[in-house]
């Protein structure tokens, strides 16, 4: 992929350890149900970072406070050291903080191809940073087409460029929101439970699409409740738990946090006792014992997010 959205890997030679996303004390309840109650946040640099937590632990609900489609009971959260909070989602995206949903969104009527090509429309020059990305100096038509054909091709849904995005299946609807997230040349990229509904066939040709966008200049946070499936790929790893942060580190050291087992296990107890009879081998595993292994080929995953 060419994305060339990458300043540190352009000519600014200094390396920017501040994080790029620091939230703080940011909470939203519904009702009496407390959905969001997280102290503290960081996301660094061009790393990749996996938000997880079981089944309603408020992972979409902490994203769309984030992002601007929900507001917060309080908190402030502050993106390349500038504060957004309570900032509407336009003006977020805008920003660089670009979101997808655990739904995928297209426009069924409209082609893959031109699907992608919506997603610099809002963005397109306008947003400070901008001049970051060699490809939005140019804001002719041509350039946008072909940005946008270079990332259906990138996503692998270049056969179905000109096919109308309402005949593609849940999976590679993902994909298409990936492409048309990347269009936005976002900074950081936030992206709702990427793998949901996609088939496993295509589930690791996504998780290597995501792999490469640090390279290319990208932070991502992502969203997922299987842990299996962000090992290989996060940096570090978040888990969430009844609207708190409860664990932070690499992969295997929140698999092994008693806190996130015990998490994983009172969220999905129901599941365990059908298709587990031995406690103890969930527990060595706790991303077993996520629903997510019901959610494979699901394509209607709750609209929780809306
Ligand atoms: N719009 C809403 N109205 C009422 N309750 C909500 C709403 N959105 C989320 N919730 C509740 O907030 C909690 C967190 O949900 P959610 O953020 O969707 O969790 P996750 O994404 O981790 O599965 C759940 O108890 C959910 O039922
Ligand atoms: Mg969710």
Same mark, same amino acid.
């Given at each position: 992929m060419n994305v060339e959205a990458s300043p540190r890997s352009g000519n600014d030679t200094s390396v920017d350890s501040r994080p790029i996303l620091v939230a703080k004390d940011v909470h939203r309840s519904f009702g009496g149900i407390r959905a969001v109650s997280v102290d503290h946040l960081e996301v660094e640099r061009s790393s990749i970072v996996a938000l997880i937590g079981p089944n309603g632990a408020g992972k979409t609900t902490f994203f769309n406070v984030l992002t601007g489609f929900e507001k917060p009971d309080g908190g402030s959260w502050f993106f390349e050291g500038n504060d957004l909070s309570g900032k509407p989602a336009y003006a977020i995206a805008r920003a660089g903080m670009v979101r997808t949903f655990q739904s995928a969104r297209v426009f069924p009527r409209l082609s893959v191809l031109d699907n992608v090509r919506l997603g610099a429309q809002e963005q397109r020059g306008e947003r #400070?940073?901008?001049? $970051?990305?060699?490809?939005?100096w140019s804001d002719q038509e041509k350039d946008l087409g072909e940005r946008a054909a270079e990332l259906v091709e990138w996503v692998g849904l270049g056969a179905k460029?000109?096919? #109308?995005?309402?005949? $593609?299946?849940g999976g590679q609807r993902k994909l298409l929101e990936l492409a048309r997230a990347v269009m936005a040349s976002p900074q950081l990229l936030m992206l709702d439970e990427p793998m949901a509904g996609v088939n496993p066939a295509l589930r690791q040709a996504l998780l290597d699409k995501i792999a490469e966008l640090p390279g290319e200049g990208i932070t991502v946070l992502f969203v997922e409740h299987d842990m299996d499936v962000v090992s290989a790929v996060a940096d570090r790893v978040v888990c969430m738990a009844e609207g708190e942060i409860i664990a932070s580190g690499t992969a295997s050291e929140v698999a092994a946090n008693e806190h996130v087992i015990e998490a994983y296990l009172g969220a999905s107890s129901g599941d365990l006792r059908d298709s587990r009879a031995d406690r103890g081998t969930a527990k060595a595993s706790p991303a077993k014992a996520s629903p997510a292994e019901d959610a494979e080929s699901d394509e209607t995953e709750s609209d929780d997010d809306q």
């Open positions: #400070l940073g901008s001049a $970051l990305l060699r490809w939005t460029k000109d096919d #109308l995005a309402g005949i $593609l299946s």
